[in-house]
């Protein structure tokens, strides 16, 4: 059974930043790309930003771009979404998703391309 646990969110004010981190655990454990979604109020879920297994290729979303930055560790199989400028638009819930079946990275952006999925956490920015 494999888990994913996202931690990391919280209460900032515009401007400022946070480091959402998602840990995998489970056994036989095989990640391929690792992906994050948000979803706010109201709205539909959104793809936000996914690194594939090495960690070399990376993708983010127009309105994230230049101001997240997603990395993993494979060795603790974690990754990390460092967010910075933070807007209130950024406010959603956060959540992480695995690909354990190594699906062509062409669709890192869309939710079928990924296997797993954590329970979120919550990212509020104030104005």
């Known amino acids: 059974q494999v888990q994913l646990v996202e931690s990391g969110g919280g209460l900032v004010q515009a401007g400022d930043s946070l480091r959402l981190s998602c840990a995998a655990s489970?056994?036989?454990?095989?990640?391929?790309?690792m992906g994050w979604f948000r979803q706010a109020p109201g709205k539909e879920r959104e793809f936000v930003a996914a690194?594939?297994?090495?960690?070399?290729?990376?993708y983010y979303a127009d309105s994230v771009k230049g101001r997240f930055t997603l990395s993993r560790d494979n060795a603790r199989n974690t990754v990390y979404l460092q967010m910075n400028s933070l807007k209130p638009e950024d406010a959603a819930v956060y959540y992480c998703?695995?690909?354990?079946?190594?699906?062509?990275?062409?669709?890192?952006?869309?939710?079928?391309?990924?296997?797993?999925w954590g329970q979120g956490t919550q990212v509020t920015v104030s104005s």
């Open positions: 998703a695995a690909d354990l079946s190594g699906r062509p990275l062409l669709s890192v952006k869309f939710g079928n391309h990924y296997d797993h």
């Open positions: 489970g056994r036989g454990l095989s990640l391929y790309s």
């Open positions: 690194i594939s297994r090495s960690g070399g290729y990376t």
